[in-house]
């Protein structure tokens, strides 16, 4: 089986729209680099009805060292904003991954909870 | 200028996580169905730095109207959550429009607030 997971801060002072639309760039990015690395894995994912899961973690010095934790193995995309509507300056705000088999990216985020 | 619309329903009595999870849900399979039809914006769009609005409406019923007005002649899909986690049904959550140049879909969006 196979899905996606984005990751995002809560630490961040920004509205439930503006998440939404951080949760979607991730979803966009990560899935458009998956496509070129795994297509089997996109074609897969997206026959199963592309299962979406969004976690919550708690900083975003965790979510950075997460993200050096999986990036040379796993395909995944850091999202940062640019500031132009609730931020006061650009910052980092989710991480997008996969899709990828549940099994290779269980071990790294089961412990973070659902958003 | 093109951007991409997703319009998600305020009367759901769900999370900011499912709500972020189905507006990445909705934000794929447009991009998905426009990429077919027009990759030309899909090109455009992913260079301007795929721009991304999200808008809230009322209800089911206005959600659905809007999609009768525009689905004939604007790339868009209509999402229905499968009700496995936090709906009790099965039940249309919300609607992706494009990416599609701004000046094609104000006309029919500019009264929506941003959630």
């Known amino acids: 089986m196979y899905k996606q997971i984005i990751i995002v801060r809560k630490d961040l002072d920004i509205t439930k729209g503006k998440i939404a639309a951080q949760v979607a760039h991730a979803s966009i990015s990560a899935y458009l680099k998956t496509e070129k690395k795994h297509p089997e894995y ?8 592309q299962k979406k ?47 990828i088999p549940e099994t290779e990216i269980d071990k790294f985020t089961s412990k973070y909870k659902l958003l």
Request: hydrophobic letters at 40%.
């Open 53 to 99: 899961i969004v976690l919550k973690i708690d900083t975003k010095q965790e979510l950075l060292e997460l993200f050096e934790t999986i990036k040379n193995r796993i395909t995944c995309a850091l999202i940062k904003d640019a500031a132009h509507t609730q931020l006061k300056k650009p910052d980092i705000t989710c991480l997008g991954i996969g899709p």
């Open 42 to 49: 996109v074609s897969s994912w997206l026959e199963d009805g």
